[in-house]
C-alpha cells in the first residue's frame, strides 16, 4: 500500500543529505554555539525556511512560554506553527535548531530540555495526527498516569505508564478500542530500550507498538559541524558497519516499526530480517502518509482490541 510514498520518502532523503543548494531556495543559516568558552561557533544551514521565518517562530515561541501555562504545551505550539509555515522543511532540523538550540541559547539546561521536550513532542503529534486519524475512526490520546496503568496492568505484565507515552484507539460503533501504544523520542538514545518490556508486552497481546522520532542528534564544535544526522546511519552511510539502533527495529523486531521524521534518516530496504521497518517521513507529506497508512492497516487486523 506504501511504495509510491516509500518512493518519495526515499527520494526526500536523498535530497536532505545532499549538502547542494537548489537556485531559488529558501535557506536560513543558524548559529550553532559550542558548550565550551572560546570555541567558534558553526554556521549550519536549514532548508525551506527563511531568516525572517525563524525570527518569527522563535518569537512567538518566546511570548507561547510566557503565556501558557504548561510550558510543554507551549514548545508543542511553537514548533507545530512553524512546521505548519515551512511544509518541506525538514521537521527535525526545526525542531533540533529552530526550537531547541534557540531555548538553549536562552539558558535553557540540556536537562530542563530533556524534561520538557518529551511532553511537548508527544503533544505536538497527538494534535497534528488527530486532524487526520479521526475521520477514519482512529485517534491517539495521551491517557492519565491511572487509566495508563489500569490498562497495562491487563497485559500481565508490570510496566510502568511512562513507558508508553500515546495510545492508539479505533473506533466501533461508539466505544474506543486501544490497539496500540506508540513511544516518543526526540532522539534515539539508549534509553529507548527502557521501553522494550512494554514494547514486547503490547506485541505478545497482538497490540501495536510503534516509535515516532524526530531521530535529532548534531555535533557542536568543537567536535562537529552541527549537522543534523540523528543516530540512525545518515552520518556513516557509506560505511559498513554494526548499527545497533537500526538493529532494535530491523534485526531483533523490538518494535513493529520506527517513523522517522528526519529526512536524513535512511528508510529501511522492503525486507528486513524481522520484518520491521523504519519510514523516513515528513510532517506534511501527501495524505494519507505512511504512518497514517499504517495505522489504518493494523487497526482493520484488530478489529477486537482491548477496551481502556
Same mark, same amino acid.
Not at 511512562?162 to 461508539?174: A, M, N, P
Not at 537500526?246 to 521524521?261: C, M, V, W
Given at each position: ?122 503533544? /505536538?503529534?497527538? *494534535? !497534528?495526527?488527530?486532524?487526520? @486519524? +479521526?475521520?477514519?475512526? %482512529?485517534? #491517539? ?56 518490556? /512494554?514494547?514486547? *508486552? !503490547?506485541?505478545?497481546?497482538? @497490540? +501495536?507498538?510503534?516509535? %515516532?522520532? #524526530? ?94
Amino acid at each position: 500500500m506504501d511504495r509510491p510514498l516509500l518512493s518519495l520518502a526515499t527520494q526526500r532523503w536523498k535530497l536532505a543529505l545532499h549538502d547542494a543548494t537548489a537556485d531559488g531556495q529558501r535557506v536560513a543559516t543558524l548559529e550553532c554555539r559550542s558548550v565550551k568558552r572560546g570555541v567558534a561557533s558553526k554556521w549550519v544551514d536549514v532548508k525551506e525556511i527563511t531568516d525572517e521565518q525563524v525570527q518569527e517562530a522563535r518569537a512567538r515561541l518566546d511570548q507561547l512560554i510566557q503565556t501558557m501555562p504548561q510550558v510543554s504545551d507551549a514548545v508543542a505550539m511553537g514548533f507545530r506553527w512553524v512546521a505548519n509555515e515551512c511544509p518541506d522543511a525538514n521537521p527535525s532540523d526545526l525542531w533540533h535548531h529552530v526550537i531547541y538550540r534557540h531555548l538553549l541559547a536562552e539558558g535553557w539546561s540540556d536537562a530542563t530540555w530533556k524534561r520538557v521536550s518529551g511532553y511537548a513532542l508527544e503533544r /505536538a503529534l497527538v *494534535a !497534528l495526527y488527530n486532524d487526520r @486519524l +479521526l475521520a477514519r475512526d %482512529l485517534r #491517539m490520546r495521551i491517557l492519565p498516569k491511572a487509566a495508563a496503568t489500569a490498562f497495562l496492568l491487563t497485559l500481565g505484565t508490570p510496566v510502568g505508564a511512562s513507558k508508553v507515552d500515546v495510545f492508539v484507539e479505533g473506533r466501533i460503533d461508539e466505544e474506543w478500542m486501544i490497539f496500540g501504544g506508540v513511544h516518543v523520542k526526540s532522539s534515539i538514545a539508549e534509553r529507548i530500550q527502557d521501553d522494550v518490556p /512494554a514494547s514486547l *508486552a !503490547l506485541m505478545s497481546h497482538g @497490540l +501495536l507498538s510503534i516509535v %515516532l522520532t #524526530m531521530d535529532a542528534k548534531s555535533y557542536p564544535p568543537p567536535h562537529g559541524e552541527c549537522v543534523n544526522y540523528g543516530e540512525l546511519g545518515a552520518r556513516s552511510i557509506d560505511t559498513d558497519k554494526a548499527r545497533i539502533k537500526r538493529d532494535y527495529i530491523e534485526k531483533t523486531g523490538q518494535f513493529d516499526a520506527l517513523f522517522s521524521f528526519n529526512l536524513r534518516t535512511p528508510p529501511s530496504a522492503s525486507n528486513t530480517p524481522s520484518g520491521k521497518r523504519i519510514h523516513t517521513m515528513g510532517l506534511h507529506d501527501p495524505q494519507p502518509d505512511q504512518l497514517v497508512q499504517f495505522l489504518v492497516a493494523r487497526w482493520a487486523a484488530h478489529p477486537k482490541a482491548r477496551a481502556p
